[in-house]
């Protein structure tokens, strides 16, 4: 892959066409998923077979494992996410004219301190937020009721974006029960939610979020961390689409970061025709974009 290098804009601007519209998060694969409810009650019946059968990657063991992997996330999700982070204990001293190159330097060491593999700062583009509220999101944060409307204040004008690393040998045993990309949730949860109370104890406002509220993907083209892929992920330079992504949404005075071009968007482009052999990946530089944003 080419050398990666700093650009103007992100490199799916020359792919957008017409005015973007927000996308209603009702419409996401995983809330899709809950309103056909029979596909999941098959999929759970299928998952009891297989450990009666104690199927390797897919046996009560595995499960278990997974589920372990989800307990932070599934802990700080329902009481964190998806809502304003209040301080825990400073609630009258705000930090007195930060210097925003300072600031944007220290965010970063403190989101890496906290756990972060990659991070990133991005002015948040509005039509990345979801127009309402989905199935998985509120079941699982209980932040709002399915179908509330979603509107970010103008306040919170930044994004901090934090980058996951899920473990190679572990993603390598697909089509088994994938309980690193479930740690990799809990991890963005612990990060996300830490990062918001050092911005809150600061005196500043911090929402903290993994999927809830908007398109991660976007967000961290946006904020330098990679490109989108035609497999519909982000494409990171140090850990291809290996990769879970949490957020941040705050007014702090940031500097963001500038778009990356690591060279997805060539290769993909001169490529698929020859790798594309089974006819599953999108046929055009539009259709990759849409499937990137909305596939979440």
């Known amino acids: ?57 897919q046996n009560i063991l595995d499960h278990a494992t997974w589920v372990a992997g989800a307990t ?20 009258e001293y705000r930090l007195k004219n930060p210097d925003p190159v300072a600031l944007t330097r220290i965010i970063k060491e403190k989101a890496c301190w906290i756990g972060a593999d990659m991070v990133g700062v991005a002015k948040l583009n509005p039509s990345w937020i979801y127009t309402h509220w989905g199935h998985q999101n509120v079941r699982y944060s209980h932040a709002a009721e399915v179908g509330d409307p979603i509107e970010i204040p103008p306040e919170f004008n930044m994004v901090i974006v934090m980058i996951h690393e899920m473990g190679y040998e572990a993603i390598q045993r697909s089509p088994g029960i994938e309980y690193d990309t479930d740690i990799a949730y809990s991890k963005g949860a612990w990060c996300t939610s830490s990062l918001a109370t050092f911005i809150a104890e600061l005196g ?10 908007g398109i991660d993907i976007a967000m ?21 689409p290996r990769v879970r992504i949490s957020k941040v949404f705050t007014n702090l005075p940031l500097i963001p ?28 530089p539009r259709a990759m974009w849409a499937r990137a944003l909305y596939s979440e």
Do not use: W
Not at 72 to 91: C, M
Not at 204 to 213: F, G, H, M
């Open 1 to 57: 892959m080419p050398d990666s290098r700093y650009v103007k804009e992100p490199t799916y601007k020359k792919l957008i066409t017409g005015e973007l519209e927000r996308f209603d998060d009702r419409n996401t694969g995983f809330s899709r998923g809950h309103i056909e409810g029979n596909k999941y009650t098959a999929m759970h019946n299928q998952c009891i077979e297989n450990f009666k059968k104690s199927r390797p990657g």
């Open 72 to 91: 932070v996330d599934y802990v700080v999700r329902a009481n964190l996410l998806g809502r304003e982070t209040k301080p825990i204990y400073n609630t």
């Open 204 to 213: 500043y406002r911090a929402i903290p979020s993994v999927n809830e509220l």
């Open 220 to 240: 961290a083209v946006d904020a330098g961390l990679g490109e989108m892929g035609r497999n519909g992920l982000l494409i990171t330079r140090d850990y291809g």
């Open 257 to 284: 970061d500038s778009p990356i071009d690591i060279g997805v968007q060539k290769v993909t482009t001169q490529t698929s025709a020859n790798l594309n052999v089974s006819g599953s990946q999108p046929s055009s």
